[in-house]
Structure formats: C-alpha cells, structure tokens
C-alpha cells in the first residue's frame, strides 16, 4: 500500500460490476471503501442506501458497465443520484469499461447511438466527471458536455509485453481490423516495432471469410492489439489468418477481456499462445485458464484520481516509461510537474 491519502473528502464508493478492481484501487490510495447497501425489490429494481455521511464530499466511484450491462448502469444512475441527493460536492464516475460504446455511430438506418444516450444519462443523473480507460473510440469523449478523462492502458500493457519478453522490436503489432490502426501504431511505438493490418472489410463475423494481411509478418512474432474480446471471434479468425500467412508464434493483448459465453474456449483451441488483458473486467467468478494473463490497472487509476484530486495534470501517466506508479521513477518525478 501507498501512503495514506490525506484528504477526508475524498471517499471511493464501489458498485457490483467490480469490486475487486475497487478495493485495489482504495488499498493503492490508502482509504477503504464507502459504505453502500445495495439491495433489491422483489421484482428486481435496485434499491441503494449511502450509510455514511458524504455531505461536501468529492466521490469517486467505481463501476464498469459490462454484463450484465443494463443491471450494472441502473446501478451507477441510481447511485449518482442518491449521491446527489445526500449533498456530495462532486461525483466522479470511475467507469475502467464504458459499455453501450460500440453504437458509436448510426451504421444502419433507424439504429441507436448508444455511446452517446449512456453520456446523456450519466449527465442528467448528476454526474460531474467521468475517468475511463481506452473507449471504443476516443470521439466518444465529444459525447459528454462534462470533464472526461480518457486514460489508456497500452504503456502499462507495453511494459509488459517487454518485461515478460512476449515482444521486442522485431514483433509485428497487428490490428485485427481497419478501425483499430491509430491504437495499434501507438502500442507499435512503444515497443518501436512495425505494424500490420488484417484486411477485415465487414463488422460482420464471418467465419469462412479468407481475410489478407496488410504487412509483413512471415517467420515473425506477432501481437494482435484490439480494445476488447467480446466473443472472441475476430481474435481467433486474425490469429488464422496471421498463421496462414506464415506468423510463428501469435499473441492476443486487449485491455477490456469481455470474454462473452464460451469466448475463452475459443481462445484456448485457436493457437494463441497467449492472451493479455487488464482488469476493467471482474473475471473473478469465471474458471482461470493458463494462457490469459491479466494485468491490473488500480495503480494507473489510484495515480489519475489522486491526480484528479490535488488539480494536477495526469499527462505524465500517458508516458512511455509509466509502469503502473508513479512512484517508481525519477524521470516520471520531474514529468509529474507538468
Ligand atoms: C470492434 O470494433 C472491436 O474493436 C473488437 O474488435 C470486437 O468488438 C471484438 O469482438 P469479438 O471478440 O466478439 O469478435
């Protein structure tokens, strides 16, 4: 643990979604958690009592909205509200997975925008703030007329990759698909290797679809780089598709493991060798499975809010030398000035 963190208005709160993540992120901090009863009617809507006093407090609190999605944002617009309502100065809602973010966009006629109906909600609720990490895509941050601080996981997931020696400069970082390239050159820069990009012409899964690669990765290593696992799919297809082009040993790195129904089979019987996620996502309750390695990013959350909170810059933990802390070194000391 860190040094206690002084302040006594500053107070952590932590839903359902992600308790563990939440615990780790106050143990980091030095405070313990806030003091909610969250219960539910017999006919399942969600109840919530504060029990301490928050009077003149600035709450952050900690939910991602992932599955299931809708129980676990009532959840944090039910919170928000009780919050308002017992007087807290600020409320900052920590969200390491904004779900709904896929529909960031109308790609069909008379679809929903998600991203940006979930936004208005957290605003209309009372929310003052929203941190968060790797958005499906970074416009989403546009969604919200509130303060968005839109942290990244890919130095953290960097610094792994080379500490653990999963990849080097030689490595090809790969995106799975067009969308994903700016994220994928920025992991690529880090580990100062080159990238490539499976031709993936449609968002629609298809299973027999024979997909290119845009790049050389023949006899090389190659680190698949996408925001999410969901299904799995698009992971195990690239991993073919990277194999048949002649890719030896293929890692798939993420940093929200959404891992839905039988994702985790699939990755086990794909050829992976690996899989590299964080967590955003509780995986607590699911079977553990020696090829996923997860990685934590309460030390990257605990340094943003204390951050957040003393109105310093949170520049530096976008560093590429940033390893989880920003106690560890003396360049990320002078940075931490800016
Ligand atoms: C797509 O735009 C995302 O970045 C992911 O590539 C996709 O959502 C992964 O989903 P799945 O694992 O179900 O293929």
């Given at each position: 643990m860190t040094e206690t963190y002084k302040d006594t208005y500053f107070r952590v709160f932590s839903l359902n979604s992600n308790r563990p993540l939440a615990e780790e992120l106050a143990e980091e901090i030095g405070v313990s958690l806030g003091e909610a009863e969250i219960t539910r009617f017999e006919d399942g809507e969600i109840r919530i009592n504060i029990e301490e006093s928050i009077r003149g407090s600035d709450i952050y609190l900690v939910q991602s909205t992932n599955h299931p999605s809708n129980e676990y944002l009532m959840?944090?617009?039910?919170?928000?509200?009780?919050l308002r309502r017992a007087s807290a100065k600020t409320i900052n809602a920590v969200i390491p997975y904004y779900g709904y973010a896929r529909q960031d966009r109308k790609e069909r006629p008379?679809?929903?925008?998600?991203?940006?109906l979930v936004a208005n909600m957290?605003?209309?609720?009372g929310v003052d703030r929203v941190v968060t990490l790797d958005l499906h895509?970074?416009?989403?941050q546009g969604f919200f007329d509130i303060p968005v601080d839109h942290l990244s996981a890919t130095a953290l997931l960097a610094n792994h990759l080379l500490n653990h020696q999963l990849a080097d400069h030689q490595t090809v970082v790969v995106s799975p698909d067009h969308a994903g390239v700016s994220r994928v050159r920025e992991m690529a820069t880090l580990l100062d290797a080159p990238?490539?990009?499976?031709?993936?012409?449609?968002?629609?899964?298809?299973?027999?679809?024979?997909?290119?690669?845009?790049?050389?990765?023949?006899g090389k290593t190659c680190v698949l780089f996408d925001d999410l696992i969901d299904t799995g799919d698009t992971m195990v297809q690239a991993c073919r598709t990277l194999k048949k082009a002649g890719a030896t040993d293929v890692y798939a790195c993420a940093t929200h493991p959404v891992l839905s129904g039988n994702a985790m089979e699939k990755l086990e019987q794909s050829g992976l060798k690996k899989v590299i996620i964080t967590n955003t996502i509780d995986l607590s309750h699911k079977k553990s499975n020696r090829m996923i390695e997860q990685i934590s990013v309460a030390g990257l959350l605990g340094d943003a809010l204390k951050?957040?909170?003393e109105h310093k810059s949170v520049k530096p933990l976008f560093d590429k030398a940033y390893v989880g802390t920003l106690?560890?070194?003396e360049q990320e000391k002078k940075a931490s000035d800016l």
């Open positions: 959840e944090l617009l039910i919170m928000t509200d009780a008379r679809e929903s925008i998600t991203a940006k957290l605003a209309t609720a895509s970074p416009q989403i990238i490539a990009i499976i031709d993936k012409r449609s968002s629609e899964f298809d299973e027999k679809a024979d997909l290119r690669v845009i790049g050389d990765v023949k951050r957040i909170h106690e560890k070194t």
